[in-house]
């Protein structure tokens, strides 16, 4: 054991007794040499931020197809808003914050353009032409496998979504924190964008968790704490569990599948199947078009398609 791993190990040593600690793991699918200056959960958590498919998440949407303006939140900054809240959380409960950050930089890196009208587009044609279906999470899951990250990260970033939840309880709070994030970041960008106002928003559910983005999400942070706190599980109190997900059917009503939301899902769903049709019908394996395809960012998916 060196000096390093000792005195990480002794830190860890007053985590709570669900933490998952850092020397630990169940390590990686290609077995490498440790690092001597991080522990395996901040490698990865490097090695995600220095991706590609990290970096073009500046350049992906995350409701909003291409706006105009700048304050707009991409999937980068909702990566980055889902980590930050989701290391308070874990900070709180006394896990491991570098699982819980790893897992949370590296959750969204599989999406694809234009949102989640680009994946619906992407898996309604890979079922039509191959049968096959198309999940973001499983597509996240599968960068993370191709860096070689360690077990438990990937879990975390396969469980995000999805029927099946992580093994981890730093994975579990991932799962509940990107809800957290994008229902309340979300809610900002429509207001901004002028499809809400805020004497639009449910006022029962308003009550409950605060009258502005940061009041909410200083609501739900505390709820999941207080409710997780001493157990092996990430919960939220009934009543305040039950708001947010009356809140997220608001803004699925409303923001998501709302009628204004129809042509930018309908342009969304039409570059991403001329694109893919086009990379198919030259003869491109499927798997390589899949991952050309959701690798794209909105504005190169708008040029190339174009182009074509």
Aim: with cysteine; aromatic share 6%.
């Amino acid at each position: 054991m060196t000096p390093f791993e000792e005195r990480l190990r002794g830190l860890e040593a007053s985590l709570s007794p669900y933490a998952v600690r850092s020397f630990e793991t169940r390590g990686r699918a290609q077995p490498e040499e440790e690092c001597g200056v991080r522990t395996p959960f901040q490698r990865d958590r490097d090695r995600i931020v220095h991706s590609k498919p990290f970096r073009r998440l500046k350049g992906k949407t995350q409701v909003f197809i291409d706006p105009r303006g700048d304050h707009y939140r991409t999937r980068m900054t909702h990566t980055l808003e889902t980590t930050a809240i989701s290391r308070v959380v874990a900070r709180a409960l006394a896990l491991n914050e570098d699982l819980t950050e790893a897992i949370g930089l590296g959750h969204d890196t599989g999406h694809t353009p234009f949102g989640h009208a680009g994946e619906d587009a992407l898996d309604e044609a890979l079922r039509e032409r191959f049968g096959r279906r198309f999940r973001h999470n499983e597509h996240s899951h599968r960068i993370a496998l191709a860096l070689n990250l360690t077990h438990e990260v990937c879990d975390g970033i396969l469980g995000h979504t999805g029927e099946r939840e992580p093994e981890t309880l730093e994975g579990k709070i991932v799962r509940l924190v990107d809800r957290v994030a994008y229902i309340n970041h979300d809610i900002d960008d429509a207001v901004r964008y002028g499809l809400l106002s805020e004497d639009d928003l449910p006022r029962e559910e308003i009550a409950i968790l605060g009258p502005t983005g940061s009041a909410r999400i200083d609501r739900l942070v505390h709820d999941i704490v207080d409710a997780s706190a001493g157990i092996d599980d990430i919960r939220q109190s009934a009543g305040v569990g039950e708001a947010m997900l009356s809140l997220r059917a608001f803004m699925f009503e409303r923001v998501y599948l709302g009628p204004q939301a129809e042509p930018e899902h309908v342009r969304a769903r039409e570059v991403v199947r001329r694109i893919f049709d086009h990379l198919v019908e030259r003869g491109d394996p499927v798997d390589e078009v899949v991952d050309y395809v959701a690798g794209m960012t909105d504005r190169f998916a708008l040029d190339y398609a174009d182009s074509l």
